[in-house]
């Protein structure tokens, strides 16, 4: 089961290709250089057991923005579920998506891997909220892998966190807490001061890592850093309007 969003920018609107079935994209606006788009569930995920794809490619030039309405929850079950993600930003390209809550609830046992590949010039700001169970719950396991290069390979950010329970809980690891909240900005450094409580690591290209565990999804600094920092970077252009769809 795989979701596609392609963005190529035109003369007047740019052209946006979609296709998903499980995961259905829908265009919520477009300027002449992009558009906004928002993942929407049609059923229940993510099963014991499912694979979800999701490609992204933003051409040369082009901008867009994903929205997810709601979060996603990785239920418990037989069977390992897989949550894979392409990115392709092509040149001087921007990308910017705010991801919801992604709950991995007991008995859930899930790999979740995000590729990236950024082009000359490119931005990518992106938000991931990883939560261990539901109410009530201490949460199932969760190996994370994300992986963002440049255009001829070079390592922009590697990072593979094994999650699962009984080495999460270490300290130096989440200990007692249940979120991992986090904002990535490659190819770009975000102005402005970092409020008190989340964790910065600047990385040797033009980036910033920036992180916050807590035992409820209820960041406050993590929000006000997420719209300061889209602020520099959104979407411009003309005032939104009609865009193809195909």
């Known amino acids: 089961m795989r979701t596609r969003i392609e963005v190529t920018p035109g003369a007047d609107r740019p052209q946006v290709d979609l296709c998903g079935d499980v995961l259905a994209p829908r265009i919520l606006s477009a300027t002449p250089t992009g558009a906004q788009v928002a993942l929407v569930g049609t059923q229940m995920v993510l099963l014991a057991g499912d694979s979800i794809g999701i490609d992204i490619v933003v051409a040369p030039g082009g901008r867009l923005e994903i929205v997810e309405p709601v979060g996603t929850v990785a239920y418990g079950g037989t069977g390992r579920s897989r949550w894979e993600v392409s990115i392709e930003v ?41 939560a261990f169970g539901r109410s009530g719950q201490h949460g199932g396991d969760l190996v994370s892998c994300l992986h963002a290069r440049s255009a001829d390979g070079l390592p922009l950010l590697i990072e593979d966190l094994d999650l699962a329970r009984g080495k999460r809980e270490r300290l130096g690891v989440l200990g007692d807490d249940r979120v991992l909240d986090s904002i990535i900005a490659l190819g770009w450094r975000p102005e402005g001061d970092i409020p008190a409580g989340p964790a910065a690591f600047e990385l040797a290209e033009p980036g910033v890592l920036l992180r916050q565990l807590g035992r409820e999804h209820a960041h406050q600094p993590m929000d006000a850093c997420w719209q300061a920092w889209r602020g520099q970077d959104a979407l411009s252009g003309r005032s939104p309007g009609p865009a193809t769809a195909s």
Request: net charge negative.
């Open 90 to 130: 092509g040149a001087g390209a921007t990308l910017i998506w705010e991801g919801q809550p992604f709950v991995v609830s007991d008995g859930a046992t899930v790999l979740r891997t995000t590729d990236i590949r950024l082009g000359d010039g490119a931005r990518l700001l992106q938000r991931e909220v990883l």
